[in-house]
């Protein structure tokens, strides 16, 4: 349900001051798309933008923003909902796919917006869309996702922010295109004359202009610190007065200053008087949180006669049940009680901290008892809670709440140490926590009494210990310490009720993995996001689905991981409703989805995946995040054919593995195996062959079995397929891939088997085996088959379109491998084009990576307007043939953003239908 209040303009008023000078400022000219009103609190912003909405005529949604606006599909369905104020028919479809969906099909929902509003362009020519109190707005995606909107907004539509501070928006790029108006706090400011005509027509006082002058240069115009003192209208009668209410004034650092603030005070009878000084605690206000805080029993009537009185109090629904004070006033009012009764901001304080526990606001009671200072409440709370905050995000504000507390409180107590020890291994800070650990176990022996008074208690924080050690011991690969630990501490609490399953499991999971025991991680994984969920433990449903999503990768079970993935964020979306915690994104699952989908040659799909990952590693990362971001970037890099920019990726991740290894708890994927396919690509055979002899003559130094596997696919790689490989290289090829095959586990690491089985054919193949290399594809393609590995034989495309074809056997679906050939058909074109040969090594920039199918291919930006990614990714489909409900469902769209999708598609083409797109497409080479 939408708070209906939120859309409620500021209501016309014939005495408000017209100010034509900035009217003529806000008004739009052509081509303008966004007008920005930057001031500080108590400028006029939203009185002035109200004033120009009112009387321009157009057609206008007014959307007020707060911090909880800050998660993306709340504020697309606010924004949504206040078009629909207009007009119930604007983005019908796109908030039904809004709700259907999460913020990673946003990108839809706003073309399926832009295009609705665009469609009634002739019944509203000029549409404005205000944000007031746009610097609420934080959030990364969300800004994003509207500088997108923004980018293509339809012509007849035009967007209005008010804001405290300059909004993270690319405003200099948006000049240069002469997208803005822009008015600031010194175009705000009162002038003399405004001054003089504010106090006289709108507070309906007599004053000089000499007088106004003196109040204006005093305020500097600020209009807020002049209604205050405009409240004092009795002590405003002559010079001598306003000078003498005005003289504890002195520059722009406290306009509303106590004296100023005392006045307005003296002129309300004492009970009001009180209720303002107390409820300036908090920043909502409605009848019976008052009534609950203050201890009265009519404070709803109370807040309605501020309102009749025009009191600096705003309110919030229609209803008005619930309010706010402007926050200038309640600032300067909470500043004045705490002045003079400490004691009662104390008490209220309490009692609002009680209200905000009882209403599971658990983070706002804590910033309050900051400001309170009662540090055994706060111990007691963060005692209580810490665990549940750690694993919801909040492990930074954690590690500044302990350091808060007094030293001697957190000497005194295990749990705090503790939470300071996880707190600490979250920001993977782990060079930090051994001290501490062995600081926390000394306490533990001296204090052994009382601890053990209750071993629930006891037991909980040793196998907390023996926990974080094992994950220490993984980043020191010492994977026995690190298995024999973890497995200790699930016998210890296996039949105890304490929260610590999830992540002792995910430790056993980590440890399967990194052996090769794929079937023993899947169920240690499993088990850890069922305990995750029922301990309410985010951080470890999201870990544990992110590295269960990459084992069924290996495993071969794509559309497993991807339902896996699916269901993850599904439940992440039901059960994080709080819109100030932190955005949890897991560097495995997105990872491992790019992988997925490259596998499937949808490259588009896996650069939306990793997208947000290398969003991430621009703003820094943790060290093993860095390094797997830059391998699945690498990885994408290398599928199209940029292998110098693909091999800057991987010696980034090289170096940071080289300088943190003792940060990050498992050994990364096979950098070098990748590089010396790179190296072999851009035609430095004879680097990588020096390193694929020395990998051939010394066992793998890898201590995860699959790293091992991929190291040593990719020395028979670089030995079986070279043009130029003699045949004591490709037997010597051949000798490992047989050996592999006979350790491989039947069932498991499929990835790995089907690239074995397509080596072995193209092994067999030059060695003149055709039988042996025809069984190989066969069994190859079967395997490959069943989630649909395409990018395996696209890799050695030209090697193998042979064998594929010559391929009958009736354990490989037709339309499968039709499609394989199809694959390998357009690789041979774009390579016979010289459109994918060797590049250059002029390195690459981290995040950056471009692929055939990317929008800023030339063909595509010789259009007038180029397609976006997801649009040169439905147009190929429709190449392939496809219907819009198939293109739906692979793409895991609705149909309806697939028609907008193409609306868009026919539109920057200037087309009328499928044929003429595919024409136009081929025409421009973009197909």
């Known amino acids: 349900m939408l708070l209906q209040t939120k859309f409620f303009a500021p209501a016309s008023n014939p005495k408000t001051i017209q100010r034509d000078r900035l009217l003529g400022l806000i008004t739009p000219g052509e081509g303008k798309k966004l007008s920005l009103v930057i001031a500080p609190a108590g400028y006029g912003k939203t009185t002035l933008v109200g004033q120009w909405l009112h009387s321009t005529g157009a057609t206008f949604a007014w959307l007020s923003l707060d911090e909880s606006d800050n998660d993306p599909r709340r504020f697309w369905q606010y924004v949504i909902g206040a078009l629909q104020r207009i007009d119930p028919s604007i983005a019908r479809e796109a908030n039904e796919l809004l709700a259907k969906t999460g913020f990673e099909h946003m990108e839809a929902v706003i073309i399926m917006l832009a295009n609705s509003l665009s469609d009634l362009g002739t019944h509203y020519p000029q549409l404005v869309l205000a944000f007031d109190d746009f610097h609420h707005i934080q959030d990364f995606d969300v800004l994003r996702n509207l500088v997108f909107f923004i980018d293509y907004l339809p012509p007849n539509v035009h967007i209005i922010l008010t804001s405290r501070t300059e909004p993270v928006l690319p405003l200099s790029r948006w000049r240069v295109k002469n997208y803005l108006n822009e008015i600031y706090a010194a175009d705000l400011a009162f002038s003399d004359e405004e001054c003089y005509r504010f106090f006289r027509e709108f507070m309906a006082l007599e004053i000089s202009k000499d007088e106004a002058r003196q109040i204006r240069d005093k305020t500097e115009g600020w209009v807020a610190a002049m209604q205050l003192a405009a409240i004092s209208k009795e002590n405003l009668q002559t010079n001598t007065g306003i000078d003498k209410s005005l003289g504890n004034y002195h520059g722009t650092d406290r306009l509303i200053n106590d004296y100023v603030l005392s006045e307005i005070l003296e002129k309300q009878p004492e009970n009001l008087k009180t209720f303002l ?168 022996d001296c204090q052994t009494a009382k601890v053990h008074a209750n071993a629930d208690d006891a037991l909980a924080l040793t196998s907390e210990i023996s926990l974080i050690r094992s994950y220490l011991a993984r980043a020191k690969a010492d994977t026995k310490s690190a298995s024999d630990l973890t497995r200790q501490v699930l016998e210890n609490i296996d039949h105890a009720n304490m929260p610590l399953k999830s992540v002792t499991y995910y430790g056993i999971g980590i440890d399967c993995f990194n052996n090769g025991e794929l079937d023993d991680a899947e169920r240690a994984l499993s088990s850890a996001i069922q305990y995750g969920k029922f301990e309410h433990k985010p951080s470890a449903v999201i870990s544990s689905s992110g590295l269960l999503t990459w084992i069924l990768y290996y495993k071969g079970e794509l559309d497993k991981a991807c339902d896996t993935s699916t269901r993850t964020q599904a439940w992440l979306d039901s059960h994080i409703n709080d819109p100030g915690q932190p955005k949890m994104i897991s560097c495995w699952q997105n990872s491992a989805m790019a992988r997925i989908y490259l596998e499937k040659n949808e490259d588009t799909i896996a ?321």
């Open 277 to 444: 000084l107390r409820s300036s605690c908090l920043v909502r206000l409605n009848g019976q949180l008052c009534d609950t805080v203050l201890n009265l029993s009519s404070s709803q009537e109370t807040l309605e006669n501020l309102e009749q009185s025009n009191l600096f109090i705003i309110p919030l629904d229609t209803s008005h049940s619930w309010y706010r004070y402007h926050d200038l006033f309640r600032e300067s009012l909470f500043h004045r009680i705490e002045l003079e009764n400490p004691e009662q901001v104390a008490d209220i304080q309490r009692k609002a901290i009680d209200w905000l526990l009882d209403h599971d606001q658990v983070h706002e009671a804590i910033d309050q008892l900051v400001q309170l200072q009662d540090w055994n409440w706060l111990k007691e709370i963060l005692q209580d809670h810490g665990n549940t905050l750690i694993h919801d995000g909040h492990h930074l504000p954690m590690l500044e709440w302990i350091n808060l507390l007094p030293a001697d409180k957190v000497a005194e107590s295990p749990q705090l140490q503790m939470l300071k020890i996880w707190s600490l291994f979250f920001s993977n800070r782990l060079d930090t926590i051994p001290p501490l650990l062995e600081s926390l176990e000394e306490m533990l």
């Open 607 to 927: 650069a939306s995946y990793l997208a947000p990952l290398l969003d991430h590693l621009e703003s820094g990362t943790e060290p093993g995040q860095h390094v797997i971001i830059q391998f699945v970037q690498a990885q994408l890099l290398y599928t199209q054919r940029k292998f110098s920019q693909a091999i800057a990726c991987i010696e980034d991740a090289q170096r940071i593995y080289e300088h943190k290894k003792e940060a990050i708890l498992y050994e990364p994927p096979g950098l070098s195996a990748l590089k010396a396919k790179c190296l072999l690509n851009i035609g430095q055979y004879r680097q990588a062959l020096g390193w694929a002899e020395a990998n051939y003559r010394d066992t793998p130094r890898c201590v995860s079995q699959l790293n091992q596997e991929e190291q040593l696919l990719a020395v028979a790689h670089i030995f079986i397929c070279p043009q130029e490989s003699p045949p004591e290289l490709i037997e010597k090829g051949l000798a490992i891939l047989e050996k592999m095959n006979r350790g491989l586990p039947e069932r498991h690491h499929i990835k790995h088997r089907i690239e074995l089985h397509i080596l072995r054919a193209i092994g067999h193949q030059k060695s003149g085996k055709v039988a042996e290399a025809q069984e190989n594809m066969t069994q190859a393609l079967h395997l490959a088959s069943k989630d649909r590995f395409i990018a395996l034989f696209k890799e050695n495309g030209s090697l193998l379109i042979d064998l594929i074809t010559r391929c009958s056997d009736v354990s490989v679906p037709v339309s499968f491998h039709s499609e394989v050939l199809r694959c390998l058909s357009e690789t041979g074109k774009d390579e016979s084009k010289g459109k994918s040969g060797p590049d250059t090594p002029n390195g690459a920039r981290s995040g950056q990576p471009s692929s055939p199918s990317n929008a800023s291919s030339a063909e595509n930006q010789s259009l007038i307007e180029p397609l976006s990614q997801r649009e040169l990714e439905v147009l190929h489909l429709i190449y392939e043939g496809h219907a819009n409900k198939q293109i739906a469902s692979k793409l895991f769209l609705s149909p309806a953003t697939i028609k907008a999708h193409i609306r868009n598609i026919y539109g920057k083409l200037d087309v009328k239908s499928r044929t003429e797109a595919l024409a136009k497409a081929r025409s421009c080479n973009l197909v």
